[in-house]
């Protein structure tokens, strides 16, 4: 049975697939549909189930008599808000009659993946779409048991759900069609492999599949037949009359029906559209790809040579390899978002120990810059040198920033973000760099909404996405930045992310210049992808955006032309209203009272200036290079320490595991944890080894002062 406690965490998550994977392994029907919801939805291909009920009996009943024992060999996992897509393997020995095929003793093994959305209270699956190839699974029943299945036995096939005529159909024809379009996972070859498909059994002589993306139609791939065989071109175009008969479309679009025109020639309702009257189509087929209520898109077919091409036997399979094709186009969007999400992961990982070793050196840089900065008159030239020195520094900070973001690492806990305010900051900051052939016309009506999130984090994406803007314009433009407050009412897709009813910050930045092509736009948000010339650009802008708005639950949607423009649409969740920001004033450093601080870091520099930086603020620090002799100095006196300063990432010995190691001889010591790689759950699981605050290297003394003063309360 599901366990009541509430999914609190991934980890939580995980444990609950995993156990619902598990109850699959056995017979039993009420463990499995513990898991399920009172009104669940379950979608197979080519059934859609509502209820407990027609799960029970539809869907989990039908699996365990059939394959009892069998096993989902989990592949990958992708998770978002109250859904995880889980890529699996469903492998299994045909014990029991399944699809009226008795036991064969066949052992089946079929990749599939499956969508979950789940009550995080409840511990329940209250939606599953799930997808894999039936007509794969019971191929490898017949070629085990040697059977050969009558017209009569084929009407039992699940094709049959898709309303196709099946006495036109052989097991052989539905096997080849299914096996050939549900075995492709990559959208490219998926496209490729559809469009021969379809015209090798249509025996048309062009076709044209159209999609829609973001509510528009765009034409992905076109075949055309030349002596020398098939000839397929992917795109992405708009649909215009000149390339298939628009009155054909809007009617297929209108009524989701198939149309089938044997002689275009002969009078008919369509006889009147340019497109036919200018091409001489002759046979015409167009029928729209569903994956059960959803739209997917239109296969479009044609043959200007003769009538009557698209008989029924041919419409037949063409109406099953658009069933199949609709799923497999679902299915290549999973994997291709899956994929994109590892890649993302892996570079995260990378980016963030790059960061970690940097914000080490930047460290020693700005401690040993600020504390010469003291020491030197105003207006001298070493002042200047050193000031300088100090700029690249920070420069060097906010790209480690930008990386560590990039790779979810940042600690920060999540505040009410007045956005305005924040946009307005940006735009000042940029207002004063921007060429004068550039016109800035901003429209902020926000007022006091707030973001649960980063102020740091908006800062960021507000001024990449300005930044890339202006430097779309080389010859000059207008740079517009809205700001508005927008329900949404119905949920829908956006180019990245979905928008969920409800509240949402609306930040639009567009720009007059040079606009992307479909290929660059597709890429635009990839780590380290970038159009500029070496050394002008990182490629971690975009990806940097992509990041923030995700974690914070919002969306972007991302319009372009070339040679007129781009503009990026950032959809962040309302939270409320934010106050208004008060002026802050300069305050000296809080300093100590000589206390006693116990400094860890296994970089001798860092150990150096933060112990110097210690003696200048009123303490009398002890630095140890080594976590190990820091704690024989500690467990030796443990009452001659007021307070321990410790970095996390040290040979022999973590930084939290010194912390519980102190916390077990003296369990009220005051502690502070710096690291230059704060990702991976860094924050909780140093509170949890006992740390009283967690800083973020590079450290100036204003960090040291005050996080000191706070843990001493001073």
């Known amino acids: 049975m599901a366990a009541s406690t509430s999914l609190r965490s991934v980890a939580d998550i995980e444990s609950f697939i995993h156990e619902y994977f598990d109850a699959w392994g056995g017979t039993d029907e009420n463990r499995i549909m513990s898991y399920y919801a009172e009104n669940a939805t379950v979608q197979i291909p080519g059934t859609l189930m509502q209820g407990r009920s027609a799960v029970r009996e539809q869907f989990v009943r039908p ?34 009659r399944f699809a009226d095929h008795a036991a064969t003793g066949a052992s089946v093994e079929v990749p599939g993946c499956g969508v979950y959305e789940y009550d995080s209270v409840n511990r329940q699956i209250t939606a599953a779409r799930i997808y894999f190839d039936v007509a794969t699974l019971l191929k490898q029943l017949l070629d085990r048991h040697g059977s050969r299945l009558t017209t009569e036995e084929a009407t039992a096939h699940p094709t049959a759900t898709i309303a196709t005529p099946v006495e036109h159909l052989d097991l052989p024809t539905v096997i080849t069609v299914s096996q050939t379009v549900s075995g492709q996972m990559v959208l490219e070859r998926l496209l490729d492999t559809l469009m021969r498909t379809a015209v090798d059994h249509a025996r048309a002589k062009r076709a044209l599949l159209v999609l829609s993306r973001n509510t528009e139609l765009r034409v992905a791939a076109e075949a055309t037949t030349h002596n020398d065989g098939v000839m397929v071109r992917l795109c992405d175009e708009a649909v215009t009359d000149a390339v298939l008969p628009q009155t054909v479309l809007d009617y297929v679009l209108h009524t989701r029906e198939n149309v089938i025109l044997d002689d275009a020639a002969m009078p008919n309702p369509f006889s009147r559209d340019p497109y036919v009257a200018q091409r001489h189509a002759r046979s015409v087929f167009c029928l729209p790809l569903m994956n059960q209520a959803q739209f997917v898109g239109v296969l479009y077919l044609e043959n200007g040579l003769a009538a009557g091409v698209f ?40 980016a963030g120990g790059i960061a970690h070793d940097f914000n080490n050196i930047l460290g020693a840089i700005l401690g040993y810059g600020e504390m010469a900065l003291r020491d030197i008159g105003v207006a001298t030239r070493l002042r200047r040198d050193l000031d300088a020195i100090m700029t690249a520094g920070e420069r060097g900070r906010a790209l480690v920033d930008r990386v560590l ?15 305005e305010n924040v946009v307005r900051e940006v735009l000042d900051l940029l207002s004063a760099k921007l060429p004068e052939t550039i016109d800035l016309d901003a429209n902020l009506t926000a007022g006091n909404a707030a973001l649960l999130g980063d102020p740091t984090q908006v800062h960021q994406v507000v001024m990449n996405l300005a930044a890339n803007a202006a430097q779309a314009m080389p010859a000059g433009g207008v740079l517009s930045v809205s700001l508005r407050v927008e329900r949404i009412v119905a949920s829908r897709a956006a180019s990245i992310g979905a928008l969920d009813t409800g509240e949402y910050l609306v930040l639009r930045v567009a720009d007059t210049g040079t606009g992307m092509t479909p290929e660059v736009s597709a890429r635009i948000f990839e780590p380290f992808f970038t159009t500029k010339e070496a050394g002008s650009g990182t490629g971690l802008g975009l990806s940097l955006v992509h990041g923030i708005v995700s974690q914070v639950g919002g969306a972007i949607d991302v319009a372009s032309s070339v040679g007129k423009g781009s503009a990026f649409t950032v959809y962040l969740p309302c939270s409320g209203d934010a106050a208004d920001d008060d002026e802050e004033t300069d305050l000296a450093l809080p300093r100590g009272n000589g206390q006693r601080v116990l400094v860890v870091d296994d970089e001798e520099p860092l150990v150096d200036l933060a112990t110097r930086t210690l003696e200048d603020l009123g303490y009398l620090p002890e630095g140890f290079t080594s976590s190990q002799a820091a704690l024989a100095a500690f467990r030796a006196a443990p009452r001659h320490f007021d307070a321990v300063i410790t970095d996390e990432r040290m040979p022999g010995m973590s930084g939290s595991t010194l912390i519980r190691e102190m916390r077990s001889i003296r369990s009220a010591i005051p502690v502070v944890l710096m690291s230059g790689y704060t990702g991976s759950g860094l924050a909780g699981r140093a509170r949890e080894a006992g740390a009283d605050e967690v800083l973020k290297k590079p450290l100036l003394a204003q960090d040291l002062a005050t996080s000191l003063a706070r843990v001493l309360r001073l």
């Open 63 to 96: 699996f365990i008599t059939g394959f009892p024992g069998n096993r989902h060999a989990v592949k990958s996992w992708t998770f978002g808000r109250n859904t995880v897509v889980v890529e699996w393997s469903f492998e299994a020995i045909h014990k029991g």
């Open 311 to 350: 008989a029924p036997a041919r419409t037949a399979v063409l109406k099953l390899l658009a069933s199949q094709a609709a799923i497999s186009l679902e299915n290549a969007r999973l994997y291709a978002d899956l994929q994109k999400a590892h890649r993302l992961e892996a570079m995260g990982t990378l």
């Open 405 to 419: 973001a990039f790779s979810r690492s940042g600690v920060g806990e999540r505040v009410a973000v007045h956005v």
